[in-house]
């Protein structure tokens, strides 16, 4: 991580994690071919990150097609009032 970069509960804002957190709260989670269908990048080191802090389930390696879903914690952080809610972290624009 670059110094500077503020972070909550170790997700920076805006962040491929964060977005991946964002993501799965739709009822039941994502599969591995969802999630790396809608995201570019580093989707494999932001899930091990996420599921060393405990905030995602992952299926068992080779286990293709099973979902991927917020732990309890992961729900947490990112429900409306939480500290990773996307109004409170994700600027947004309103063309008018």
């Keep these: 991580m670059k110094p500077g970069v503020q972070t909550i509960c170790g997700i920076v804002p805006g962040g491929t994690a964060h977005l991946i957190l964002l993501a799965l709260r739709g009822a039941g989670g994502m599969n591995s071919e969802q999630l790396f269908a809608r995201f570019d990048g580093h989707q494999s080191g932001a899930l091990h ?17 099973k979902p991927i879903r917020l732990t ?25």
Excluded: M, S, W
Excluded at 53 to 60: F, K, N
Excluded at 72 to 91: F, M, N, Q, S, V
């Design 72 to 96: 309890d914690r992961g729900r947490t952080l990112t429900e409306p009032d939480g500290p990773l809610a996307r109004r409170k972290t994700l600027i947004t624009y309103c063309h008018l």
């Design 49 to 65: 990150r996420l599921k060393q802090a405990g905030l995602v389930d992952l299926p068992d390696t080779g286990a293709k097609g």
